[in-house]
């Protein structure tokens, strides 16, 4: 397949997902024009990857500050872990509570 061919599967797709509705992953397309992936790779990666955004009821970047926002989080609770562990009477529930906190609202 040509690359103006493979350009084009890309623009096309990229037309479907937002009359949809959907935000297609844009940087995944760039990828899809400068590696020589074969087509059915790239279906079968999008229809994953947009399934998955469809059960969340998220766009793609949605579901991306979504998922930066747990993990910033998280890593915000690892430093007061760290710090708890060296200094034991600071913080003695805040991470524990935290973490059951995040994970009743991610069940």
């Known amino acids: ?15 479907r997902e937002c009359r949809r509705g959907g935000t297609p992953p844009l940087l995944f397309y760039s990828i899809y024009i400068s590696f020589p992936l074969s087509g059915g790779l790239f279906k079968q990666y999008h229809h994953i990857l947009m399934k998955h955004l469809r059960e969340q009821n998220l766009t793609y970047f949605g579901h991306l500050l979504y998922a930066w926002n747990i993990a910033m ?10 710090a ?11 991470v524990s509570d935290k973490v059951r906190e995040m994970h009743s609202d991610l069940s």
């Open 84 to 94: 708890h562990g060296v200094l034991p009477s600071i913080w003695v529930h805040s």
């Open 1 to 15: 397949m040509s690359e103006a061919m493979r350009a084009n599967a890309v623009v096309s797709a990229h037309k």
């Open 73 to 82: 989080r998280l890593f915000l609770l690892s430093l007061t872990a760290v």
